[in-house]
């Protein structure tokens, strides 16, 4: 069956441990030039054609540059994707939500415009979230209040509330990091998960004896958390189910059951 939003060749586990097939060019969006957040980075395919857009928000007082590897890692693999700066570095969840979804609205615009870069690159039908701590809180919230987002990876998600993603049905891939201190994975990540429906298809990954950085630019565990989120992102945002085995089967499953990871939950198959 074709499928119009299959990017590059058959995934194989080394290569999804790795910068994708995809040459990427990367430019400063300022603060100034938009409007709803507050600027940040934008990494992107230099090769024709349309991708799926993702937004990335840093973490309290984290700026775009702690989320660099994940601009890089997904952009490579074939989305273009927008790490944002907050409007301040101290902004809540909620309005991290917000700025998400103003980051998305941003690159629709820009899509359209001849001077751009990212000038009819974007698939402004397939977006996606993701962020870290209080960023990983937002873009749940994100995810929740528009249920067309394709897909969403909170990274050790802080929110003051569980019980605000009930009603999130757009399918999420949790990180955590089993010695969090700022955001412990059982009063935050756990009970995230927990809160999603179990109609709504939810994956909960937690790396071993590191704390709440474990997920940023060089925590160490780049191999396995973007093969993670990239498998995710593929297999929801570009509907490639090529990708399955790596969220949802034998590759997830050897990848859960090694040592670097503490715990896992998921709502298999999908």
């Known amino acids: 069956e074709f499928n119009p939003y299959q990017k590059g060749p058959d995934p194989t586990a080394s290569a999804l441990e790795r910068n994708g097939p995809f040459a990427i060019r990367s430019t400063s969006v300022s603060r100034t030039s938009v409007s709803g957040f507050g600027g940040g980075r934008l990494y992107y395919p230099t090769a024709s054609g349309t991708y799926g857009a993702i937004a990335v928000s840093p973490g309290f007082t984290g700026t775009s540059s702690t989320m660099t590897f994940w601009g890089e890692r997904l952009a490579s693999h074939g989305f273009v994707v927008l790490v944002i700066d907050t409007i301040t570095l101290y902004d809540q969840p909620d309005s991290r939500a917000r700025q998400l979804k103003a980051a998305l609205d941003y690159l629709a615009t820009q ?160």
């Open 111 to 270: 899509n359209g415009r001849s001077s751009s870069p990212i000038y009819r690159k974007v698939d402004t039908s397939r977006r996606a979230v993701a962020g870290h701590a209080m960023g990983g809180g937002g873009s749940l919230l994100a995810a929740r209040d528009n249920p067309s987002y394709k897909a969403a990876i909170p990274m050790a998600p802080w929110n003051t509330s569980s019980t605000a993603f009930r009603t999130v049905s757009v399918p999420t891939m949790i990180f955590g990091c089993q010695d969090d201190s700022i955001a412990p994975v059982f009063s935050s990540a756990i009970p995230i998960y927990n809160a999603i429906p179990n109609s709504t298809r939810k994956n909960y990954v937690e790396i071993r004896n590191d704390d709440h950085f474990c997920v940023m630019n060089g925590g160490g565990h780049d191999a396995t958390l973007g093969k993670l989120g990239i498998s995710w992102m593929k297999r929801f945002v570009d509907n490639d189910t090529r990708y399955s085995p790596f969220v949802c089967g034998a590759e997830y499953n050897r990848v859960v059951s090694s040592y670097e990871v503490s715990r896992s939950y998921n709502n298999c198959p999908y």
